[in-house]
């Protein structure tokens, strides 16, 4: 197991040791405010059965996470103290989270023991034509966003709740600024929190080790904290201190903003998703024309994504990437005969510039980011003198130069009867001839890294 992979189990471990003696705790003492308890713990629940999709396919529950967070911050409801404690914000978080759970527990079961179906059973294989659908703990990214519920609650909780208990906030006036300002800097901490907890579990989801990548998805997710993150906080502190005036009626009246900006975000997704199909459909052109071998478009994202990874990208930057590399090629459609297996790499620098041109003005016609025609653009152009200023090829442009030349020579060696093992190691050779001039150093050396 890598050390990446050794990080995500130790905060899955630490979240469920946690949420173990926090339910363990309050079974013992009992329930403090029931009636409260109930009211968060279906909020929780209900907002992790509405989830949205963020771009690099993060998964986000933007009313259960402002929900737990506002039970974390809660001091007086309806100016009576409440004193819950961190542990009961824990379990309660927790059971939130198990209900929500439960439809996908269920959905099996009752599929299983519809007539002529047989016995019950998780195991039962799905019909044709329907997915297999995962139950929610066999899914990694629900369980990694579990983990970093419980650990960043549980953090919010630790350190508000002790210090409103014994009192010290009382010096602070519910009503007055200095009471809002230390919410928010709890909040901001318990932001942080997650940011880095998120952080280490993508990393190891991505299998990515070294310290170099965990400040580059650290970086990533503090700037998603400026999207719906900021809402999250925003809606967990004003539901906390909305309660202490008008009771359990804040939840639904400052949850359903939110709610809205989910209907937003789906509605940003959908844009993105007709974006993707767009690209999709450029970059089947040319193999369908014959000018590129099937899957040389794909086998390059690939690559340029690895790459990306390697070399610490954010998330709106390999999507990017990702959608430059594969309609890297557009520009084959202009010419008269089509290039032998597509290899642009094999062909004179001008003849590359020219193709990368053409493709970059038929991007720039079908609405993609133009950052994308850019980076398309910049593909052939001479890498000497990229550490900076206005004319450095964009790093974007770079990778995919690599990675295109790396699967145009795997393909050449295919041609010519060559073993897997060795044309990788004769593709890596002819790039690291060309580190400075043709290709950028960098990036040759991460494609050795990668397994190139």
Not at 30 to 56: K, M, N, Q, S, Y
């Amino acid at each position: 197991m890598t050390a990446a992979g050794r990080e995500a189990r130790v905060v899955h471990a630490a979240a469920a040791a946690l949420l173990v003696f926090a339910v363990g705790a309050v079974a013992v003492r009992g329930v403090a405010g029931a009636r409260v308890a109930l009211a968060f713990t279906a909020l929780i629940a209900l907002g992790e059965c509405v989830r949205i999709t963020l771009p690099g396919d993060r998964e986000q529950a933007p009313i259960g996470a402002a929900g737990a967070l506002a039970y974390a911050l809660l001091g007086p409801l309806r100016g009576v103290p409440t004193a819950h404690g961190m542990l009961q914000v824990v379990a309660v978080t927790g059971v939130g989270l198990l209900l929500a759970w439960l439809p996908g527990l269920a959905l099996p079961w009752l599929r299983a023991c519809r007539p002529g179906r047989g016995r019950p059973g998780l195991t039962q294989r799905a019909r044709p034509g329907r997915p297999h659908r995962r139950p929610p703990w066999a899914d990694p990214a629900r369980r990694d966003s579990a983990a970093r519920r419980l650990l960043g609650v549980g953090f919010a909780a630790a350190v508000f709740q002790p210090l409103y208990n014994g009192g010290l906030v009382d010096r602070f006036s519910p009503e007055g600024p200095a009471y809002g300002v230390f919410l928010t800097a709890v909040a901001a901490l318990a932001a942080l929190c997650d940011a880095t907890l998120a952080a280490l579990l993508r990393r190891s989801a991505a299998g990515l080790e070294g310290g170099l990548r965990f400040p580059a998805a650290l970086e990533d997710e503090l700037r998603s904290l400026f999207g719906i993150g900021s809402a999250i906080v925003a809606t967990g502190m004003l539901v906390s201190l909305a309660a202490g005036e008008v009771g359990l009626w804040a939840l639904p009246l400052f949850c359903t903003p939110l709610l809205l900006a989910q209907v937003s975000f789906r509605r940003a997704a959908a844009v993105r998703a007709t974006t993707g199909q767009t690209i999709a459909s450029l970059a089947r052109a040319t193999e369908v024309a014959g000018y590129t071998p099937h899957g040389h478009a794909r086998r390059v994202a690939d690559t340029a994504c690895a790459l990306g990874r390697e070399l610490g990208l954010g998330t709106r930057e390999l999507a990017l990437l990702e959608y430059a590399a594969l309609m890297h090629d557009v520009g084959q459609l202009s010419l008269v005969e089509p290039v032998p297996d597509g290899a642009t790499a094999l062909l004179p620098c001008a003849e590359q510039q020219r193709i990368a041109r053409l493709g970059s003005e038929v991007i720039r016609r079908t609405g993609v980011p133009r950052q994308v025609a850019e980076q398309v653009a910049r593909l052939a152009d001479p890498v000497l003198g990229t550490a900076g200023g206005d004319g450095a090829v964009p790093l974007a442009a770079r990778i995919i130069r690599v990675a295109n030349a790396h699967d145009d020579l795997l393909t050449a060696a295919r041609g010519r009867g060559v073993g897997e093992a060795v044309g990788r190691l004769e593709a890596l050779e002819v790039l690291r001839l060309g580190r400075g001039r043709v290709y950028d150093a960098r990036v040759v050396d991460a494609l050795a890294r990668v397994g190139g």
